[in-house]
C-alpha cells in the first residue's frame, strides 16, 4: 500500500525558503460562510479586514466536490489535477491509524435519521448496540461518523455510485442507496434501527499526494486534517482536547499554533465546530461556536509576529446541511499588503501567506 507515515519525509530537489523570525499561519474555519453569515458580526474578523488585506479564494477544484479534503488541500497549494479524486475515506482512516492494504476500498459513512415517511431529516448518533456487517469492517469514528471496509475490494471502486447524505436532506432514503455493489446496499439494510440508518459515501482507496514544503507544521482534530497533513508529510499536533467539534479547546489550539509558527516556516490551523454544527442544523450552535472563534482565536492570531491568514475551505449551510461552493472570504495580516485583492484561486493562498505576492485578480 502507498502510503506516507513519517513526518520528517523530505525531497532534496525542493526549493530553499529563508527562514523568517516568525513563521506564517495558515487558520481555515470550516464550513464559516452560510446564508446568513455577515462578517460584520464579527469584531475581530472585520477588524482584519479594516487594518490588512482581503479577497475571496475559489477553494473548489474543477470535478470536485464542496468538501472539506479538496478544498483544504487546495489552500495547501495543490492542484486540482495533483488531487486523487477517490481519497476522502482513504486519508479519513490514515487520520485514525486505521491499516490498510493496497486493495481495500474503504467508504465515509454517516448515521442518518429517518422521518415517518423515510426521508433524511439529519444526523444521528449509532444505535446500541451497532448491528453486526457481514461484508464489512466497521469503524465508529464518534458521534454520527464512521468508515466501513471491503476488504478486498478495490477493484469494485469505479463501479459504485454513492450520494453524501448531508447533501440530500429530505430525500428519500430508497433515493440514495449506494448503487453499483449488492454489499454496500446490503450493509444499509442491515444497519436500519426503528428512525436512523447508516449510509456509506465517499468510497476510496489507497493512495499518495505531494508531499508539502517547505517545513510545516498542522494543528487539528478533524481526522480528515490528520490524514491530510500525515498524507503531505506534515507535522501533526492534536490531542484529546482537540476534538473537531464545538467543544474543542480554542485557546489551547490557538496557543499551539503560535508556538509552532516560531519554528516552522508555515502552521496550518484548522477550526472544524462551525461545520459540524451547520450539519446538525442548529444556526444557534454554528453562530454561538464562531463568536467563540472570534473572540479567542481571531484576536489571538491578531497579535501574532508572523504574517497570518484566516479563510474557510467552503460554507455550509444550518438550514439544509449542505456545503455550499461560493467564493470564500480571506483576510491577510502581514507583508504590508492593504485593501481589497480581489478573486483569487484557491491555490494562491499558500504562496500570498508565505510571499506576500499579489495573484492577479479576477475581479
Not at 429530505?170 to 454489499?183: F, N, Q, S, T, V
Not at 461545520?275 to 463568536?291: I, V, Y
Request: glycine share 10%; with cysteine.
Amino acid at each position: 500500500m502507498t502510503r506516507i507515515s513519517s513526518c520528517s519525509r523530505r525531497s532534496p530537489h525542493w526549493p530553499v525558503y529563508k527562514m523568517s523570525r516568525s513563521g506564517a499561519i495558515l487558520c481555515i474555519i470550516d464550513g464559516l460562510t452560510d446564508e446568513s453569515f455577515r462578517l460584520e458580526h464579527y469584531p475581530h474578523l472585520a477588524a482584519m479586514r479594516l487594518t490588512g488585506a482581503w479577497g475571496e479564494f475559489e477553494t473548489v477544484p474543477a470535478g470536485f466536490s464542496a468538501e472539506s479534503y479538496p478544498c483544504i488541500a487546495t489552500l495547501l497549494g495543490l492542484p486540482g489535477p495533483q488531487l486523487p479524486r477517490y481519497a476522502r475515506g482513504y486519508l479519513e482512516a490514515l487520520g485514525a491509524g486505521i491499516d490498510l492494504a493496497c486493495d481495500d476500498l474503504v467508504l465515509r459513512a454517516s448515521w442518518m435519521r429517518l422521518d415517518q415517511e423515510g426521508r433524511i431529516s439529519g444526523v444521528a448518533s449509532p444505535p446500541k448496540p451497532v448491528p453486526q456487517f457481514t461484508d464489512a469492517s466497521y469503524y465508529h469514528l464518534g458521534d454520527y461518523k464512521a468508515l466501513v471496509v471491503l476488504r478486498g475490494a478495490a477493484g469494485a471502486l469505479k463501479d459504485i455510485t454513492t450520494y453524501p447524505p448531508h447533501a440530500h436532506a429530505g430525500r428519500y432514503l430508497a433515493e440514495i442507496l449506494p448503487r453499483g455493489d449488492k454489499r454496500l446496499a446490503g450493509l444499509v439494510q442491515q444497519s436500519r434501527v426503528k428512525d436512523r440508518v447508516l449510509i456509506p459515501w465517499g468510497q476510496s482507496v489507497p493512495c499518495s499526494l505531494p508531499l508539502f514544503h517547505p517545513q510545516a507544521a498542522a494543528v487539528g482534530g478533524a481526522l480528515i486534517v490528520q490524514g491530510l497533513c500525515r498524507a503531505v508529510g506534515m507535522e501533526l499536533h492534536t490531542g484529546a482536547r482537540f476534538t473537531g467539534d464545538t467543544d474543542t479547546d480554542l485557546p489551547a489550539k490557538t496557543g499551539l499554533a503560535l508556538a509552532l509558527s516560531e519554528k516552522n516556516r508555515f502552521v496550518l490551523l484548522h477550526i472544524n465546530g462551525a461545520d459540524e454544527a451547520a450539519h446538525r442544523l442548529d444556526p444557534l450552535e454554528k453562530t454561538s461556536f464562531l463568536r467563540q472563534v472570534d473572540q479567542k482565536v481571531v484576536a489571538a492570531l491578531q497579535g501574532a509576529p508572523g504574517p497570518v491568514l484566516v479563510c474557510a475551505d467552503h460554507g455550509t449551510s444550518p438550514a439544509t446541511g449542505k456545503h455550499l461552493r461560493d467564493l470564500q472570504p480571506f483576510l491577510l495580516r502581514g507583508h504590508n499588503l492593504e485593501g481589497n485583492l480581489g478573486t483569487m484561486p484557491g491555490t494562491a493562498a499558500k504562496k500570498l501567506l508565505l510571499e506576500g505576492i499579489r495573484w492577479p485578480s479576477r475581479s
